[in-house]
């Protein structure tokens, strides 16, 4: 698809429209999904894939094809969602769900039971509500690191990449996370496992 990715880019500086278009088709589900994952709003997520695919489209004479399309343009919306981030000061709770996996599955969901009993689904509502609340909770930065690595299946030096860190600012993000995680699930685990 790289190949396939450079190619509609020369069409598309060349003035072909319908070149940027098959971009926008083949990556919008992917960038709402970080957008999402990021803004915690579908209105915010978006705005934020209009302002990505504007960005893009402007600045696609300065796309080079040494990395890869979808890393610009996972970039570009990691930008554009911290800066309405930060445009609205937002880090409150959001009331929305937590979105899908790129398999299309919600990760909480997965937890193993046949016949879930009315404990699991609370739990799991629990669960669900709290990782909500601890990703809202962090910078922008460190929850677009841990989105693209635990969500989005993106290396180290990928995610690197779109967030413009080197690889152990890369890794500190992702570890900030994912400690903010633990420390806050801890003990909603162990108090409903018993003690464990």
Sequence with gaps: MEASDA???????AGDTDAFRVLVER???????????????????EDVVQETFLRAYRRLKQFESRSS?????FRITANAAMDLTRKRGRHEQSEQSIPETKDGANPLAQMPAA???PDRILLSGELKHKVE?????????VRTAFVLRHYEGMSIEEIGSVLGLKV?????????????????????????????
Excluded: H
């Design 168 to 196: 152990s600012a890369t890794k500190n993000s992702i570890f900030r996370a994912v400690q903010k995680l633990r420390k806050e699930l801890e003990p909603l685990v162990v108090s409903r496992s018993g003690g464990l």
């Design 115 to 117: 016949d879930p009993t």
């Design 133 to 141: 609340s601890v990703l809202a909770s962090l910078s922008p930065q």
């Design 27 to 45: 990556y919008s589900r992917k960038v709402f999904r970080l957008a999402y994952r990021m803004t915690q709003n579908e209105q915010d997520a």
């Design 7 to 13: 190619a509609a880019v020369a069409r598309a500086c």
């Design 69 to 73: 399309f979808g890393t610009w343009i």
